[in-house]
């Protein structure tokens, strides 16, 4: 590592020079009190600017650990940083001038919601904060103008890092109260189902927007009050009592006349899975975490999704089971979103029948009398929604203005009348009885089927180059590909589109093998996010990023014999690197001895008399699951009903990745793992 002074000995070295001078700065630079990492630097001025980092060793940032304890505070921590750091920043952008994005300084800007991000991380063993940031390196056309990055680097930016990043400097009673709020939406959340709700939005919640282009409160508006029927109350660490309106598991239908607040309800729920600001209005406004916003998407494709619960018998005898279409219908596309959130354990859906097929949500008596159920392919939702219920229990919030057809199956019937809530439950199933009932099938449905298995990085691993790019929220794109995000509504930053996107091309490259479905890659993606962090997959030239086969060693055989290529090759996890020509026996030998310090390293697990992981010289990731196996194993330590299979559900892998990677790593398979841990407790 170099020192600042060396920085700024080289920024003076390579003023007035050609622009790539600038190549010689990536390195990182202790400044004293942190330390700055040039990551990446841009091609030019009108490039994108070049990828700076910040890191504080945890006893200088001096943030108390009962702050980032627990996962929900450490993202409620790093967004208030965030926050900091990007309100200091924006005061200095472009303070230094010259062509192009000279002077930039750009983080990531956070909206209403609190959301994890990577622009700024905590390490909780140890409270080291790291910050990543852009800079655009100044420049006159396209000559290096380093008294300017001078004046960035060493003027401007540590004001920047001393004021945000360090406890000493910053809003500690602000600080405090980000944690405690966090504290108590955790607390509503955890409670929720427990007390039987789906949802709970608080007395006093402002739920109306400022605009249609805006997520800040509309100021002097009605705010939310619970019918005394559905008011429950919750007693919260820190805020005290607080009461509002639950809705409880079932068929809950919301109705009202137009512009009475019925959809703007629906709004704050859908982004109810995210935890929102003080100030916001909706901060207690909590959802299941699994809600989905159900809706009719025209012109989707799908892929090999089993809609046949819904759609079935087509005139061109189309199979529904394994469907495919690049173009569906407003029907055909709603079907398949219900089934995929299905497939994603969803226990809530929201529908708003302003966006919905009208022929996939209802089938009134008459037209079942007219058009008969033999002649018709849709099943439409009422038919199946109390089934959702009672055999998978999938709630469901519908939202109607139009059709009343609901009132019949609904559980609880709400009004919106001028932005306030009515229990009209009775009143409307009383009135609904002088009203045919639509008729249901006589015959349950079989269970869809989700076994779609994809292997879909064979023509990617032959691109040269693979290029993701984000287009706001709407869409993001993997080369030529496309994926059109318009219609999930749920989305709340540009920056979860990217990490969608990036989380697909890992998937594609690493994860799907044409053998696991889409759950388990979708479950093995998020192992690795919440063990490894989600930067992890913002780098796909990792080779030993899937959990799988991280246990393996890796030998690479190349061509390459310069000493950075040999470098790169051990950073990017590679155990041994050999250049060509090489010799056999010189390889069969690496092998050997790689393999025994393989089994050297799971005979000193056995020994191991009281646990020492970090001893033992795993990679990280296989560091981490040997540390989570233990901690699973020791919480179950008086369970007698403890086993494999509960023990693979718990490590989110299957038994067979379970066993080789403890036979591998441990030299244990699962039993006598479990067993060498409660031996050793």
């Given at each position: 590592?170099?020192s600042?002074?060396?920085?700024?000995?080289?920024?003076?070295?390579?003023?007035?020079?050609?622009?790539?001078?600038?190549?010689?700065?990536q390195?990182?630079?202790?400044?004293?009190?942190?330390f700055?990492?040039?990551?990446?630097?841009?091609?030019?001025?009108?490039?994108?600017?070049?990828?700076?980092?910040?890191?504080?060793?945890?006893?200088?940032?001096?943030?108390?650990?009962?702050f980032?304890?627990?996962?929900?505070?450490?993202?409620?921590?790093c967004?208030?940083?965030?926050?900091?750091?990007y309100?200091?920043?924006?005061?200095?952008?472009?303070r230094?001038?010259?062509?192009?994005?000279?002077?930039?300084?750009?983080?990531?800007?956070?909206?209403?919601?609190?959301?994890?991000?990577?622009a700024?991380?905590?390490?909780?063993?140890?409270?080291?904060?790291?910050?990543?940031?852009?800079?655009?390196?100044?420049?006159?056309?396209?000559?290096?103008?380093?008294?300017?990055?001078d004046?960035?680097?060493?003027?401007?930016?540590?004001?920047?890092?001393?004021?945000?990043?360090?406890?000493?400097?910053?809003?500690?009673?602000?600080?405090e109260?980000?944690?405690?709020l966090s504290?108590?939406?955790?607390?509503?959340?955890?409670?929720?189902?427990?007390?039987?709700?789906?949802?709970?939005?608080?007395?006093?919640?402002?739920?109306?927007r400022?605009?249609?282009?805006?997520?800040k409160?509309?100021?002097?508006?009605?705010?939310?009050?619970?019918?005394?029927?559905?008011?429950?109350?919750?007693?919260?660490?820190?805020?005290?009592m607080?009461?509002?309106?639950?809705?409880?598991?079932?068929?809950?239908?919301?109705?009202?006349?137009g512009?009475?607040?019925k959809?703007?309800?629906?709004?704050?729920?859908?982004?109810?899975?995210?935890?929102?600001?003080?100030?916001?209005?909706?901060?207690?406004?909590?959802?299941?975490?699994?809600?989905?916003k159900?809706?009719?998407?025209?012109?989707?494709?799908?892929?090999?999704?089993?809609?046949?619960?819904?759609?079935?018998?087509?005139?061109?005898?189309?199979?529904?089971?394994?469907?495919?279409?690049?173009?569906?219908?407003?029907?055909t596309?709603q079907?398949?979103n219900?089934?995929?959130?299905?497939?994603?354990?969803?226990?809530l859906?929201?529908?708003?029948?302003?966006?919905?097929?009208?022929?996939?949500?209802?089938r009134?008596?008459?037209?079942?009398?007219?058009?008969?159920?033999?002649?018709?392919?849709?099943?439409?939702?009422?038919?199946?929604?109390?089934?959702?219920?009672?055999?998978?229990?999938?709630?469901?919030?519908?939202?109607?203005?139009?059709?009343?057809?609901?009132?019949?199956?609904?559980?609880?019937?709400?009004?919106?009348?001028?932005?306030?809530?009515?229990?009209?439950?009775?009143?409307?199933?009383?009135?609904?009885?002088?009203?045919?009932?639509?008729?249901?099938?006589?015959?349950?449905?079989?269970?869809?089927?989700?076994?779609?298995?994809?292997?879909?990085?064979?023509?990617?691993?032959?691109?040269?180059?693979?290029?993701?790019?984000?287009?706001?929220?709407?869409?993001?794109?993997?080369?030529?590909?496309?994926?059109d995000?318009?219609?999930?509504?749920?989305?709340?930053?540009?920056?979860q589109?990217?990490?969608?996107?990036?989380?697909?091309?890992?998937?594609?490259?690493h994860?799907?093998?044409?053998?696991k479905?889409?759950?388990?890659?979708?479950?093995?993606?998020?192992?690795?996010?919440e063990?490894?962090?989600?930067?992890?997959i913002?780098?796909?030239?990792y080779?030993?990023?899937?959990?799988?086969?991280?246990?393996?060693?890796?030998?690479?055989?190349?061509?390459?014999n310069?000493?950075?290529?040999?470098?790169?090759?051990?950073?990017?996890?590679?155990?041994?690197?050999i250049?060509?020509?090489?010799?056999?026996?010189?390889?069969?030998?690496?092998?050997?001895?790689l393999?025994?310090?393989?089994?050297?390293?799971?005979?000193?697990?056995?020994n191991?008399?009281v646990?020492?992981?970090?001893?033992?010289?795993?990679?990280?990731?296989?560091?981490?699951?040997?540390?989570?196996?233990?901690?699973?194993?020791?919480?179950?330590?008086?369970?007698?009903?403890?086993?494999?299979?509960?023990?693979?559900?718990?490590m989110?892998?299957?038994?067979?990745?379970?066993?080789?990677?403890?036979?591998?790593?441990?030299?244990?398979?699962?039993?006598?793992?479990?067993?060498?841990?409660?031996?050793?407790?």
């Amino acid at each position: 590592m170099k020192s600042s002074s060396n920085l700024k000995s080289l920024l003076k070295n390579i003023d007035r020079k050609g622009y790539p001078a600038y190549k010689n700065t990536q390195g990182t630079y202790d400044f004293g009190t942190y330390f700055l990492s040039i990551d990446h630097v841009q091609g030019d001025p009108f490039a994108s600017p070049s990828k700076l980092s910040i890191h504080v060793k945890g006893r200088s940032a001096g943030f108390p650990a009962s702050f980032y304890d627990t996962k929900y505070k450490q993202v409620a921590l790093c967004d208030h940083l965030t926050r900091l750091f990007y309100q200091t920043l924006s005061k200095i952008s472009f303070r230094a001038k010259g062509s192009g994005k000279s002077g930039l300084f750009s983080v990531s800007k956070c909206g209403q919601q609190v959301l994890e991000r990577t622009a700024c991380t905590i390490n909780p063993s140890n409270g080291d904060i790291s910050v990543h940031f852009e800079a655009g390196f100044p420049a006159n056309g396209r000559t290096v103008n380093a008294r300017e990055l001078d004046k960035m680097l060493f003027g401007l930016l540590p004001d920047c890092v001393s004021s945000s990043l360090f406890y000493k400097n910053i809003d500690q009673k602000m600080l405090e109260s980000v944690i405690y709020l966090s504290e108590d939406q955790h607390t509503i959340r955890k409670k929720l189902s427990s007390m039987g709700l789906v949802a709970f939005i608080a007395d006093g919640s402002v739920l109306p927007r400022e605009s249609g282009i805006s997520q800040k409160p509309l100021r002097n508006c009605v705010k939310f009050q619970s019918p005394d029927t559905y008011r429950v109350s919750f007693e919260l660490p820190h805020q005290g009592m607080i009461t509002g309106m639950g809705i409880p598991k079932g068929i809950t239908l919301i109705v009202g006349g137009g512009y009475h607040g019925k959809s703007t309800l629906l709004k704050a729920l859908e982004l109810g899975v995210y935890d929102h600001v003080k100030g916001d209005g909706r901060e207690f406004v909590i959802t299941d975490p699994t809600a989905m916003k159900i809706r009719a998407e025209d012109g989707r494709s799908i892929t090999n999704t089993d809609i046949s619960m819904f759609i079935n018998n087509l005139p061109n005898g189309k199979n529904t089971v394994s469907f495919d279409t690049e173009d569906a219908s407003g029907s055909t596309s709603q079907a398949a979103n219900v089934v995929e959130a299905m497939e994603t354990d969803s226990s809530l859906f929201l529908i708003d029948e302003d966006t919905s097929a009208t022929n996939f949500m209802i089938r009134d008596e008459l037209m079942q009398r007219v058009v008969l159920r033999d002649q018709e392919p849709i099943t439409p939702f009422i038919e199946r929604i109390r089934e959702l219920y009672e055999r998978y229990d999938i709630s469901s919030i519908i939202v109607a203005g139009s059709c009343g057809s609901y009132f019949h199956p609904a559980d609880h019937i709400i009004q919106m009348d001028q932005y306030i809530p009515k229990d009209i439950t009775t009143a409307a199933k009383d009135a609904a009885k002088d009203f045919p009932m639509v008729s249901l099938p006589e015959k349950k449905h079989p269970d869809p089927c989700f076994d779609r298995c994809f292997n879909a990085g064979n023509h990617l691993k032959k691109e040269r180059k693979i290029k993701m790019k984000t287009l706001g929220k709407d869409a993001f794109s993997i080369n030529k590909d496309t994926v059109d995000l318009r219609y999930v509504e749920q989305i709340a930053d540009t920056e979860q589109t990217t990490a969608l996107g990036y989380a697909l091309l890992y998937a594609k490259l690493h994860l799907m093998d044409g053998k696991k479905d889409l759950c388990a890659v979708a479950d093995e993606l998020m192992q690795i996010i919440e063990t490894k962090g989600l930067s992890t997959i913002l780098d796909s030239k990792y080779v030993k990023s899937n959990l799988e086969i991280s246990h393996i060693p890796v030998i690479l055989l190349t061509a390459k014999n310069k000493e950075e290529d040999r470098a790169e090759a051990y950073e990017i996890g590679a155990d041994a690197f050999i250049s060509k020509p090489f010799n056999l026996t010189v390889l069969h030998a690496r092998i050997r001895n790689l393999l025994k310090y393989k089994e050297r390293m799971a005979r000193d697990f056995k020994n191991q008399i009281v646990f020492e992981v970090k001893d033992l010289n795993y990679t990280s990731l296989d560091e981490d699951f040997i540390q989570r196996a233990i901690h699973c194993v020791n919480n179950h330590l008086e369970d007698p009903n403890f086993d494999q299979a509960q023990f693979a559900d718990e490590m989110r892998t299957s038994k067979s990745t379970l066993y080789k990677k403890l036979k591998s790593l441990a030299g244990l398979n699962t039993s006598s793992f479990i067993r060498n841990v409660r031996l050793k407790a």
